[in-house]
């Protein structure tokens, strides 16, 4: 189980540990204003109060599931024949009845049920959660007025015993929060098998209504007749639902026999409810995964998506910002974006996206990278006065585009298969585009030069965004990546380094950028003048997994020197065997 404990180390800065892993630390405005210790709390909170109801709901169990009681009844009766028969262990009625007392695996499904869902809250940048019952218990009917509290959306799954609970609201959507749920309708699908189950949930809110205003008594005998007339009722409505049509189910799922008077919705016109299979973890083969990439078919993210998790559905996205958001609004289930290449160096704009959001980096992927040149069918190297391509693939070609003879304009463009793209639609007989293969295959244009990277291991490096992080491994080998910020300037970088130098970590990248939200530092005084300091953010990549005590213990480290520590993820490192681009 994922454990999170926020703590506090100053007024002002926070850290939050997942798993023994420190993943944030930090003030509020260095990481976009997001606060995550804040939020722990909230649902922590909110989690002991819904364990608080599960309680008491668990407590009166007895009175107002009567269906489980029933079925608890009749065991009880088993053993007080067996008593009387002499065989087995002798029933007691004096004492509590032990099934009663323990916690059904349905309750225990749902405690854990919620606990998960609700750490899955503490981490999901948006108020948007789900709820999801389990089956029909009075704890549904207690949690309703939380989840608009909670702002969770509520699922109705299926459940094994026939059950299905459907929370029905004007404004029901299924990709937002519920605004405000104001109807219950409990709806049992009756089969043959279920019957018995169905009859009771129809019986159901008889026996709810006499709890409420009293009628059933407390003690074990007001008990005992009440299930008998309870068991009588689902007697004879089971007899009813074996008889009915399908016409006459619909009367019973809305849980009063022979009243067509109510507003009743076929089943068929229901929307479909979400299941357990929609909520949990995509497979890691990643069939019908979404995948969000920056640019157009046939661009190497595209590819890179593909090798990250093949047979995925790759989005495409026109900005990289937009395949970060994709992923934090639910529309795609992963990112998969560029950041780093051989011969191109970091693709900036990532790093800073990287902190301004909140994914987690859970993966990367190399990708060798083989540049064509291509132009409309029929156009020859003679006729070019212009190449288009995204800047990195511009500079990855340079060497080779001058060795070419293309003295000719250099023009950036969005992404590669974009640039082919735009040659093809405008049918630009002056300008060629740097661009893979498939893009040419894509969009019609003929391959001018095949493999035009200045350096045939030409790799580009992708990591893998989602909203959750995974548990780190330490049976394989795994890289951390962390951004931290010093108040002291540059001079605190040594002591950082060293603190994975001594413990033998490797580091494999470190990147640096322009600290937005404190740019400049200013030092010196009247006599000596100014100095204008610029300030910056690091980025550094080290091979270790956070589940590995050395690097729990470098960043304990690190921590004591910077004002800003961020873990952005810890990941398996890409091992696919090598395969450069020629
Ligand atoms: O334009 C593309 O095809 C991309 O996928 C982008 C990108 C990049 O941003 O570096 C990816 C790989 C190559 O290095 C060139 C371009």
């Not at 043959?192 to 189950?197: G, I």
């Amino acid at each position: 189980m994922v454990a999170c404990e926020p703590c506090c180390k100053t007024d002002d800065t926070r850290i939050v540990v997942l798993n023994g892993a420190i993943l944030q630390v930090g003030k509020n405005e260095e990481t976009g204003g997001f606060c995550t210790l804040e939020r722990v709390c909230v649902v922590m909170l909110k989690l002991s109060m819904l364990f608080w109801i599960e309680r008491c709901a668990r407590m009166r169990r007895r009175v107002v599931e009567p269906w489980r009681s029933i079925e608890q009844d009749s065991r009880l009766k088993a053993k007080q024949e067996e008593g009387r028969r002499g065989v087995g262990v002798r029933f007691d009625p004096t004492q509590p009845n032990p099934t009663i007392q323990k916690p059904s695996p349905t309750l225990t499904y749902i405690n854990h049920t919620f606990y998960l869902l609700f750490l899955k809250l503490a981490s999901s940048t948006r108020t948007t959660s789900f709820c999801h019952f389990s089956t029909f218990s009075p704890s549904s009917f207690f949690l309703i007025p939380f989840l608009d509290i909670c702002k969770m959306q509520c699922i109705a799954p299926s459940s094994s015993i026939g059950f299905k609970s459907i929370i029905k609201t004007p404004s029901y959507t299924v990709s937002h929060r519920l605004a405000h749920p104001k109807i219950n309708t409990i709806q049992c699908v009756a089969s043959p098998l279920d019957a018995a189950a169905a009859a009771a949930a129809a019986a159901a809110p008889a026996a709810t209504n006499n709890f409420t205003s009293g009628g059933v008594g407390k003690s074990r005998t007001d008990w005992q007749s009440s299930c008998a007339i309870l068991a009588s009722k689902v007697e004879s409505q089971q007899q009813n639902t074996d008889k009915s049509s399908g016409a006459d189910k619909i009367t019973v799922v809305n849980g009063v026999n022979g009243h067509s008077s109510l507003d009743l919705i076929p089943v068929n016109k229901l929307p479909k409810p979400l299941t357990i299979a929609d909520l949990s973890p995509a497979p890691s083969h990643g069939s019908s995964l979404r995948v969000a990439y920056q640019g157009v078919p046939g661009a190497y993210s595209e590819a890179a998506a593909g090798k990250a998790y093949p047979n995925c559905d790759a989005i495409p996205c026109d900005q990289f910002e937009v395949a970060f958001q994709a992923v934090e609004l639910w529309i795609a289930d992963r990112a998969v974006l560029p950041v780093e290449n051989s011969l191109g160096g970091s693709i900036h704009r990532n790093y800073d996206l990287l902190l301004r959001h909140r994914l987690h980096i859970v993966g990367e992927v190399q990708l060798p990278v083989h540049h064509c040149l291509l132009a409309l069918p029929g156009v020859r190297k003679e006729y070019l006065n212009r190449v288009i391509s995204h800047p990195q693939a511009l500079s990855q070609c340079e060497l080779t585009l001058t060795k070419l003879g293309l003295n000719v304009t250099r023009e950036a463009v969005d992404d590669t298969a974009g640039a082919a793209e735009f040659v093809a639609a405008n049918n630009l007989r002056d300008t060629a585009a740097i661009a893979s293969a498939r893009a040419a295959e894509l969009y019609g244009l003929n391959i001018l030069a095949d493999g035009i990277q200045d350096d045939s291991s030409n790799v580009t490096r992708f990591v893998m965004l989602a909203r959750e992080p995974i548990i780190p491994r330490t049976d394989i080998p795994f890289k951390t990546s962390i951004v931290f910020a010093h108040d002291k300037g540059t001079s605190v970088l040594f002591k950082v380094l060293s603190a994975f130098a001594f413990r033998n970590i490797s580091l494999t990248k470190i990147e640096s950028r322009p600290h937005r939200n404190r740019p400049i530092r200013l030092v010196g005084d009247e006599n000596v003048g100014t100095a204008k300091h610029f300030e910056y953010l690091f980025y550094v990549d080290f091979e270790a997994s956070m589940g590995d005590v050395r690097a729990q213990n470098a960043l304990a480290e690190v921590q004591e020197f910077t004002s800003f520590l961020r873990v952005l993820g810890s990941y398996p490192m890409d091992m696919t065997p090598w395969s450069p681009s020629r």
